[in-house]
């Protein structure tokens, strides 16, 4: 949670130039999300995010993500509608970094999903991944299965200062998913990064979700995973197999899952955890000690790849 | 610019359960101030701002501003209402801390304040103090001239070490205040943080200002030097007379100053640049190397500092 990069009022006024938004009402930055600088902006017109990228995302990535949000706007999922300037560029440049203008979307995160956010949740992902469909850009996953032997390489001697004998475990992990990795599953746009802090809810209800910079090209059970890892599992790190059921019976009010997606779905879950727990570990070690942000802390993950690694009773006879 | 104390959906649930103002819509941790954490906050009812009280705001004063805040809204000042729980209280708890509910205010802060900025900036301070008028609790400003002889003592060497030399000129400017630091001008509640960011602007009027928790009982004129530092350098560390003129010409539209308030401008705005320097050279000392949030540059005020050693010709001659 942070503002990287600070934005003056001429600046601003700049910016909305371009725009046909009205004047600037109110501005202010806000502590969401990690990878860039985030400013709530009211004008005369209505209530906008503009946000800043910094360096974590790649600006050849830009036009990609903003438009499937404008793809996913048309389609009525409830998603940040990137705004358009009068020449029709959503992507613009402030302070010499890329930049864009989102609509408002009102609605809470939630910190502990109960067992009907997670169904909500569900249904949620399903909508998304139906609303991307024939979206006509492609972005290869650069943080799905193929790119973890190569990012782990580099992190083998993190891994055992942060636990002895975690480089081979997590070694057996990979040689698993070498072994045994599905193919042929049904594949699309996934979010890749569907976390509560990603989904609105409003009155309880799925309300939207935000943040599609890690969205990509992958298959569509893969999403689940990554999400179930998210959504359902306590802090102390048990699984919760009923939130999970909740989740799997949301998803499949929109779209069933074929039979060797729900047979996949264990694996899948254990190999998006391997992928949070190894670029935990990178900013982990990447962070110098006494920093005021302090990243997320690698050891939920690696408490969640052991749950996987011991199987789940009753995770392969969801819903 | 931070958010230290993270707040759930529960918490907050919680926290408006107290309260008349209906369901969260909205909720983001904003980057607006240093020494608290703030969320905007939008429910059924409106729009508000959460703050909770960090370390840095001694809990004792808090009733203090509090009050102030809402006998400002009262007497009609535009700054931020606190909103009373179904009890009548202001002053409540979060996550153990002390927290308070305040009224939305719109309104743009600008960075780089213009002549007519300044003039409304100016006239929107003597309204407050006169709005303040008759405010029956009474708070000794910890910052004020009394203070800074013990402020100094413990940093001698780390303004030596900031500036070969500073030490002793900053003794001088101490002995200057001791023999001539002026009394028995007008005084009443000061703001004591009157800055650019603390300023609402709405179509280049005054809108509002934010941020008491400063405000202390002192001279009148001694908030509109430290104002003036504010408000009227430029980034070389220059002194913009015309900003000044302005600012004062604004003042005195609502609040005409005395002869002797006109005469003591100049030391008072001495004195100011003088605290802000101390404070500054104290967070500057005690923040680590290699911090995300580097404290403000202390040097920013040891240039106005030099800037009012050497006397500002006009600076008598205002309006």
Redesign the interface.
Same mark, same amino acid.
């Given at each position: +949670?942070? !503002?990287y990069t600070d934005i003056?009022?001429?600046e601003?006024e700049a910016f909305l130039a371009d725009f046909d938004v009205g &004047?600037? !009402? *109110?501005?202010?930055? =806000?502590?969401?999300g990690v990878e860039n600088s985030n400013f +709530?902006l009211?004008t005369s017109a209505g209530r906008y995010i503009l946000t800043v990228y910094e360096r974590r995302v790649r600006s050849e990535d830009l036009p990609f993500f903003l438009g499937l949000m404008q793809w996913l706007a048309m389609r009525g999922y409830p998603s940040a509608t990137p705004i358009a300037d009068r020449s029709g560029a959503t992507l613009k440049t402030l302070r010499g970094k890329p930049a864009a203008l989102v609509a408002f979307l $009102? #609605?809470?995160? !939630?910190? &502990?999903p109960t067992v009907a956010h997670c169904r909500e949740a569900g249904e949620g992902l399903a909508w998304l991944h139906q609303a991307a469909e024939g979206f006509p850009d492609h972005r290869v996953n650069s943080l799905g299965h193929a790119a973890w032997e190569g990012i782990f390489c580099s992190l083998t001697d993190a891994a055992e200062a942060l636990k002895p004998g975690l480089s081979s475990v997590i070694r057996r992990d990979l040689d698993l998913f070498a072994r045994c990795w599905p193919r042929d599953l049904p594949e699309g746009i996934v979010h890749a990064d569907y976390f509560p802090d990603n989904v609105f809810f =409003?009155?309880g209800r799925f309300g939207a979700s935000i943040d599609f910079y890690f969205a990509a090209w992958d298959q569509l059970a893969y999403d689940i995973g990554a999400a179930v890892n998210a959504w359902c599992f306590e802090a102390d790190g048990s699984f919760n197999l009923t939130r999970a059921q909740a989740f799997l019976e949301g998803y499949e009010r929109r779209r069933p899952l074929t039979k060797e997606e729900r047979a996949a779905l264990p694996i899948l879950a254990h190999g998006a955890a391997l992928r949070f727990f190894l670029t935990r570990l990178n900013d982990w070690t990447a962070t $110098?000690a #006494? *920093?005021? !942000?302090r990243p997320k802390d690698p050891l939920e993950y690696e408490r969640k790849l052991a749950v996987h690694r011991e199987g789940l009773p009753g995770f392969g006879a969801w819903s």
């Amino acid at each position: +949670m942070a !503002v990287y990069t600070d934005i003056t009022d001429q600046e601003l006024e700049a910016f909305l130039a371009d725009f046909d938004v009205g &004047r600037a !009402v *109110a501005f202010k930055g =806000i502590a969401e999300g990690v990878e860039n600088s985030n400013f +709530m902006l009211e004008t005369s017109a209505g209530r906008y995010i503009l946000t800043v990228y910094e360096r974590r995302v790649r600006s050849e990535d830009l036009p990609f993500f903003l438009g499937l949000m404008q793809w996913l706007a048309m389609r009525g999922y409830p998603s940040a509608t990137p705004i358009a300037d009068r020449s029709g560029a959503t992507l613009k440049t402030l302070r010499g970094k890329p930049a864009a203008l989102v609509a408002f979307l $009102p #609605g809470l995160s !939630v910190r &502990r999903p109960t067992v009907a956010h997670c169904r909500e949740a569900g249904e949620g992902l399903a909508w998304l991944h139906q609303a991307a469909e024939g979206f006509p850009d492609h972005r290869v996953n650069s943080l799905g299965h193929a790119a973890w032997e190569g990012i782990f390489c580099s992190l083998t001697d993190a891994a055992e200062a942060l636990k002895p004998g975690l480089s081979s475990v997590i070694r057996r992990d990979l040689d698993l998913f070498a072994r045994c990795w599905p193919r042929d599953l049904p594949e699309g746009i996934v979010h890749a990064d569907y976390f509560p802090d990603n989904v609105f809810f =409003i009155d309880g209800r799925f309300g939207a979700s935000i943040d599609f910079y890690f969205a990509a090209w992958d298959q569509l059970a893969y999403d689940i995973g990554a999400a179930v890892n998210a959504w359902c599992f306590e802090a102390d790190g048990s699984f919760n197999l009923t939130r999970a059921q909740a989740f799997l019976e949301g998803y499949e009010r929109r779209r069933p899952l074929t039979k060797e997606e729900r047979a996949a779905l264990p694996i899948l879950a254990h190999g998006a955890a391997l992928r949070f727990f190894l670029t935990r570990l990178n900013d982990w070690t990447a962070t $110098p000690a #006494g *920093a005021l !942000v302090r990243p997320k802390d690698p050891l939920e993950y690696e408490r969640k790849l052991a749950v996987h690694r011991e199987g789940l009773p009753g995770f392969g006879a969801w819903s």
